[in-house]
């Protein structure tokens, strides 16, 4: 039982991380990848992190970077990313502070999911034991049917 718990938390794991995945770039490499035309959409906010959609062979993919100051301030930005015709979208206020991506269904599973299913293991592996010792104490118990008593000479 315990191996189908721990390969199915394996498993959500492995779906919510692989669904969540996201491209992270080096600030230079994003400057570049503007230049030549590769990124469509960008959403930036004060804070320094910009989100964008890049092109890539078969289609777009989700990508994340920091800028050295906040990237909403930043008029060379904003100029380079408008004279490349990227589409930009200036957020005021950071949605996701704390975790990045939380605020999404797979965010969310991700956290709650495995946190939720390690809970549950310890709760099935205490109960088993609380079992296991209470069959133990009593057919270990003289009188029971199963007790052998060292001292008694066999049937």
Known sequence: M??????VAVLITGVTAWAESER??????????VEAGLIESVRVDRFSR???????????????????TGSANDPLLIRLLNEH?????IQSERDDLMFPGLMSLFGL?????PLTLVVLAFLINHKLNRVLANQHRVLSAPGSAFYDDPLQPGP
Do not use: K, P
């Open 2 to 7: 315990m191996r189908w718990i721990i390969g």
């Open 24 to 33: 992270y770039l080096r600030y230079e490499q994003f400057i570049r990848d």
């Open 109 to 113: 599973m991700y956290i709650v999911i």
């Open 50 to 68: 910009i989100v964008g959609e890049m092109r890539v062979e078969d289609g777009t993919q989700s990508f994340h970077t920091y800028s050295d």
């Open 85 to 89: 015709d990227v589409a930009v979208t």
